[in-house]
C-alpha cells in the first residue's frame, strides 16, 4: 500500500515539474513569450498558460503532499499532459507545429521532447491511477 502511494507521489510530482517548471524554463525566450513574430494576442494566451499550468502544478503538489489526495492530483495532471498530447495529435487541423521557424526541433530518442516526457508522464499517471483502482477494488 505505502509503495502504491509513493508511485502516485512520484508520477505526480514528475508530471508536476515538467508542465509547472521545464515547460516554463523552455518557453520564456525568444521561442515563444519573447517571440517577435508572435501577435501580442498570442503572446498573453503563452503567458495565461504558462501561469495556470504552474498555479495548477503547485496546487497537485499540495493535494497530494500535504492532503494526501492523489486522485484529483492526479487528474488534473492526466488532464494537463493529456490535453497538449490531443493538441499534437490535432496540430494539422489548426496549423500547428512543434518545430521552430528554423525547422529545428527539440527531441529525444528522435522523439519530440514533449512528446516524450508529457507521453511518458501520462503513462506514468495511468499506471498509478490504475493501481489506485485495482487495490481500492480487492478492499471491497
Not at 490531443?86 to 487541423?93: G, V
Request: charged letters at 15%; hydrophobic letters at 50%.
Amino acid at each position: 500500500m505505502k509503495s502504491k502511494l509513493v508511485l502516485q507521489k512520484i508520477s505526480i510530482t514528475f508530471s508536476v515539474v515538467l508542465y509547472a517548471i521545464a515547460v516554463p524554463y523552455l518557453e520564456i525566450n525568444t521561442t515563444h513569450v519573447f517571440n517577435p513574430d508572435w501577435t501580442p494576442h498570442a503572446r498573453i494566451h503563452e503567458v495565461w498558460q504558462l501561469f495556470t499550468n504552474t498555479s495548477i502544478g503547485i496546487v497537485c503538489l499540495w493535494l497530494v503532499w500535504k492532503k494526501r489526495e492523489v486522485i484529483l492530483s492526479t487528474v488534473i495532471s492526466m488532464i494537463i499532459t493529456g490535453s497538449f498530447l490531443i493538441a499534437f495529435a490535432l496540430r494539422d487541423t489548426y496549423g500547428g507545429a512543434m518545430k521552430f521557424l528554423d525547422g529545428s526541433e527539440k527531441t529525444i530518442l528522435g522523439i519530440n521532447i514533449g512528446v516524450f516526457g508529457f507521453g511518458l508522464a501520462f503513462i506514468l499517471l495511468t499506471v498509478s491511477i490504475l493501481l489506485h483502482f485495482k487495490n481500492n477494488q480487492k478492499a471491497l
